[in-house]
């Protein structure tokens, strides 16, 4: 069986919105319409695990406008931390097979990018997307600054795929500050981490000029 858990559990205090970021409009449908149908248009047969504030539960007018399949979305309530957030949702899943952790609000993922994610964690155990840094970095120490090597350094995206038998044994460790992503989780249990190319068009949805920057890539692209 396939999964996606997309984590949709944060209420938006970046975006200064009183609508959670997921529900803001992006070409006239919730951010979270374009994440769960980029997921099911691709991968036949998965199932949507979403994990939503507590608060907006019972919000069907939301969830209805979010997939014409509504009957294949599982809904569960989201944690203090992400690493609750996730774990509830690989809670609600009872069988073997590939699991996708994905941030509601990247709604720019691609086919290619599905496949490769799937195929590599099929084969390795998991799949990391990231992408180059292109700023120049400096470390931040306590009293001072220094130049850091940006080529060895790479940016993390979603989806983090990965064999659910592992992933879950991973999440039955208590939890650490340093568990920043599922990544680092898997890694605290001394398992090999997977990187493998991602997409710039793949942004985190968290800020109005992140919304801006969407409005761009969508009404110039084919990605959705």
């Known amino acids: 069986m396939k999964y996606a858990v997309i984590v949709a559990g944060g209420v938006g ?22 994440t769960i149908k980029a997921f099911q248009t691709t991968i036949s047969g998965i ?7 507590k608060e ?23 944690g203090e931390t992400r690493f609750q957030s996730v774990k ?20 720019f993922i691609t086919q290619k990018l599905l496949e ?4 590599t964690a099929l084969e390795k155990g998991n799949a990391i997307p990231c992408v180059l840094i292109k700023d120049s970095l400096r ?7 220094e130049y850091a090597n940006r080529e060895e350094f790479r940016a993390i995206q979603t989806p983090q795929t990965f064999q659910i038998d592992s992933i879950k044994k991973a999440f039955e460790q208590p939890y650490q500050a340093s568990f920043t992503d599922e990544a680092s989780v898997l890694e ?27 409005e761009i890539i969508i009404s110039q692209s084919s990605i959705i």
């Open 188 to 214: 605290n249990l001394g398992e090999e981490i997977n990187l493998i190319h991602g997409i710039d068009e793949n942004i985190k949805i968290t800020t109005p000029f992140d919304l801006k920057m969407a």
């Open 56 to 78: 907006y539960m019972e919000q069907l007018d939301y969830l209805n406008s979010l997939s014409e399949n509504i009957a294949d979305i599982v809904v569960v309530s989201g």
């Open 116 to 119: 490769n994610c799937l195929q």
């Open 13 to 34: 205090t970046r975006m200064k919105s009183n609508i959670p970021k997921q529900f803001l409009l992006l070409n006239g449908k919730p951010i979270l319409y374009h």
């Open 88 to 107: 509830n949702g690989l809670n609600a899943i009872q069988t073997d097979g590939i699991v996708f952790i994905h941030d509601g609000v990247r709604p």
């Open 139 to 145: 470390k931040i120490n306590s009293s001072n600054n």
């Open 47 to 53: 199932k949507i695990i979403l994990v939503l504030p």
